[in-house]
């Protein structure tokens, strides 16, 4: 069994370097406690790749990417750029670009509801508590990447949205896999009553869910999705959409699970995968050592599944979780008593390493007492 990885490491911009550094002591804990090595190769992309470079994604970057077994992104984005619509050269267009280049055609965001953060939550606690779905989004095809035109007089414009079968059957066996791992449930969010590329979604799905006999293979329209996301979010297990839809819900899913800086992501594709914290740069927070870094240290953990390491990536969720438990956590979740960015990244990695230690260690890190806080 391989041992050794490549890791490629795009802090990016705003709090990226600062959230991602403690998702590198997660990896480190994890090498150290099951003998797995992570090599390291740190790039630049967005923001500070144009203010070094001129190119939001240098093509060293590019490279190191293509040659990494995994990549772990923190962030994208700066003030200067986002107050400034007409500037030509911006940091998201790395991000896009390098998605394109490596192929990455899906993207999984897991939405679970921690029992300590259900209170944090708008939605009520018996309707949230249980929640654990994942969604499969189709990242590289559909409106998004249509023809675009404009009329001469610039009064009629039109968005062109295109899906093949081979770009739907991909995402789909990604989705049914997941599955059979989970709750062996798949709900197709589409609108097919009305659209002709989700007519194609449906019939391609159906037939294609006869290889997963033990999966149930269910539909639902996106608006009525939309609604069920919040009135009933335990039904989902893996949800499978295209862009547009997956962009909607996927967003609308984040607020269950009460804190935006828990949430993870992975962008897959067949050979390359980028794992990243779904929240922006945060540049209001940039060098304050308090932004949350739970969704990036999670991320970790994402990384870990896709290299085959469940004993590793098993290992961060239950730190992440003990540290919710006992409130080691940063300002956006507890602004009463909260720890910095680098505080709570050093628990997740001593939780890791010393996970048959009785809890005396734990019960004193929780009255302020340990070293490390």
Not at 78 to 96: F, I, M, T, W
């Amino acid at each position: 069994m391989k041992t050794k990885f490549n890791i490629t490491v795009i802090p990016g911009d705003g709090i990226g370097p600062e959230v991602t550094k403690q998702a590198q002591k997660a990896l480190e804990a994890v090498g150290d406690v099951y003998g797995y090595t992570f090599l390291y190769k740190e790039a630049l992309m967005g923001a500070c790749a144009i203010d070094e470079t001129g190119n939001p994604l240098p093509d060293e970057t590019l490279e190191l990417c293509k040659e990494s077994d995994a990549i772990l992104f923190g962030a994208i984005g700066d003030p200067k750029y986002d107050n400034d619509p007409s500037a030509k050269v911006r940091p998201e267009q790395g991000l896009l670009k390098l998605r394109k280049e490596l192929g990455l055609f899906c993207n999984i965001r897991p939405v679970k509801a921690y029992d300590t953060l259900i209170k944090n939550s708008p939605l009520k606690e018996e309707i949230i508590s249980g929640t654990d779905t994942v969604i499969y989004r189709e990242l590289t095809g559909g409106i998004y990447f249509g023809i675009k035109e404009l009329s001469d007089d610039g009064k009629q414009a039109f968005d062109g949205c295109s899906y093949s079968v081979e770009e739907i059957e991909r995402m789909a066996h990604l989705a049914f896999k997941a599955a059979r791992s989970r709750k062996k449930k798949v709900t197709l969010v589409d609108k097919a009553n009305v659209l002709e590329t989700s007519r194609l979604w449906r019939k391609t799905v159906t037939e294609l869910a006869k290889e997963y006999p033990d999966v149930e293979l269910d539909f639902l329209f996106v608006d009525n999705a939309a609604m069920q996301l919040i009135l009933n979010p335990k039904q989902f297990d893996v949800i499978l959409t295209g862009n547009l839809f997956g962009d909607i819900i996927s967003d609308e899913a984040s607020v269950i699970g009460g804190s935006i800086g828990l949430l993870a992501s992975a962008s897959v594709g067949s050979e390359n995968a980028l794992f990243e914290p779904i929240h922006g740069s945060f540049p209001q927070a940039k060098g304050k050592d308090i932004a949350n870094p739970l969704a990036s240290v999670l991320s970790a953990a994402m990384l870990l599944d896709h290299l085959g390491l469940q004993d590793g990536a098993r290992a961060i969720e239950a730190a992440v979780q003990k540290s919710l438990e006992l409130g080691i956590t940063t300002e956006d979740i507890n602004s009463e008593r909260s720890f910095s960015t680098s505080k709570v990244g050093d628990f997740i990695s001593d939780y890791i390493q010393n996970q048959e230690d009785s809890n005396l260690n734990f019960q004193n890190i929780h009255m302020g007492q340990s070293t490390i806080i």
